[in-house]
């Protein structure tokens, strides 16, 4: 009996050990966004936590902007962030083929920065989104803004670019974004 209690607490120490090893690896993606920007959904994609946001006075049926952010936990296999920003514009593409322009604003080993533009059609809005993907060494991050505009205005397009361009990483589990 005195081994089965001393097994049970040093399998208890040990996951506990682990658990705060898995801990410390934690990361949040830092940044600001105003304080008129309302969550309209929160999920787990299975593959990590994705938040919506839309502007005070829209709705979900009805939004003329929406910001989303998404993360998790780095995995093997995870593809580097410029295959990830292939598989996006080959999945818009093939929902809405020949409608979108894309461009690579910034791009590093970790991360990179593109805006897109989809054509109005029968199928879809006219939108302008600015996104960026970040992955770290224990996570991944995505953010995106959407405007369902013909042309983003030059000051929008620009606070967006900055707002992720300075998003920085930090080994924080109780932070969240910044309004």
Excluded at 7 to 32: I, P, Y
Excluded at 55 to 70: N, Q, T, V
Excluded at 100 to 108: G, H, L, P, R, Y
């Amino acid at each position: 009996m005195k081994h089965l209690i001393a097994l049970v607490a040093f399998v208890c120490l040990v996951s506990w050990v682990r658990a705060g090893a898995a801990d410390s690896h934690k990361e949040v993606l830092n940044f600001k966004i105003g304080s008129d920007w309302k969550v309209i959904s929160n999920s787990d994609t299975g593959r990590g936590q994705s938040i919506k946001y839309i502007r005070e006075g829209d709705d979900l049926d009805h939004w003329k902007e929406i910001f989303s952010y998404a993360y998790g936990v780095r995995t093997r296999g995870l593809r580097p962030p410029d295959q990830e920003f292939s598989m996006i514009k080959r999945d818009i593409e093939k929902q809405w083929p020949g409608l979108t322009d894309w461009s690579v604003i910034a791009q590093d080993e970790n991360s990179i920065l593109y805006e897109r533009h989809t054509n109005w059609s029968a199928r879809t809005h006219e939108e302008w989104n600015i996104g960026r993907i970040i992955h770290t060494k224990y996570s991944w991050f995505t953010v995106s803004y959407t405007a369902r505009v013909h042309e983003l205005p030059p000051d929008t397009r620009a606070q967006w670019i900055k707002t992720f361009s300075d998003a920085t990483t930090s080994a924080d589990s109780n932070a969240s974004p910044e309004r």
